[in-house]
C-alpha cells in the first residue's frame, strides 16, 4: 500500500470522528509491516482534556490486535500531528508519518524529523 493510498484511508475514516466539542474531524490509518491497516477517529469528551487523538485510537487499535513497536511500517494522518502523538509515533519507532499539513501539502517525515531530542526511558 502507498502511503497516498494510506492516507485516502486516514481521510475516509474521518467522517467517523466523534468532534462535537472542536467540529474538527481527524482520521488515521497505521500500516503494519506485514500489511495489516488499523484505522482511528478522534474521541473527544464534555471534559475536554480527556478527548484522544485519531493517531492515538489508530495506535491503540492496532495493538489491541497484537501490533507492537517495531511492527509498524507507516502511519497516515489528516491532520499534522500534536506533540504527544509524536511521542507516540517515536515509542512505535514507524519508518514514516505521511499527513497534510497546515498549509495544505502532503507531506511524508520520519519520527525523528517531526521529534527531533525525543524522550526514551
Ligand atoms: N487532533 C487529533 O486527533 N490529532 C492530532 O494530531 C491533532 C489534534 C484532534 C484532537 C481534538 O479532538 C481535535 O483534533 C481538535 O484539536
Not at 5 to 11: G, Q, V, W, Y
Not at 51 to 68: M, P, Q
Request: net charge negative; aromatic share 8%.
Amino acid at each position: 500500500m502507498t502511503d497516498a493510498e494510506l492516507l485516502a484511508r486516514a481521510e475516509a475514516v474521518a467522517a467517523r470522528a466523534y468532534a462535537p466539542y472542536s467540529n474538527f474531524n481527524v482520521g488515521a490509518a497505521v500500516l503494519t509491516r506485514d500489511g495489516r491497516v488499523f484505522e482511528g477517529v478522534n474521541v473527544e469528551n464534555a471534559a475536554y482534556p480527556l478527548g484522544i487523538c485519531a493517531e492515538k485510537t489508530a495506535l491503540a487499535h492496532a495493538v489491541s490486535e497484537g501490533v507492537r513497536p517495531g511492527d509498524v511500517e507507516a502511519v497516515a494522518t489528516t491532520a499534522s500531528p500534536c506533540g504527544g502523538c509524536r511521542q507516540w509515533l517515536h515509542e512505535f519507532r514507524v519508518d514514516r508519518i505521511t499527513y497534510r499539513s497546515a498549509a495544505g501539502d502532503i507531506v511524508t517525515r520520519t519520527p525523528d524529523e517531526v521529534l527531533p531530542d525525543s524522550f526514551d526511558l
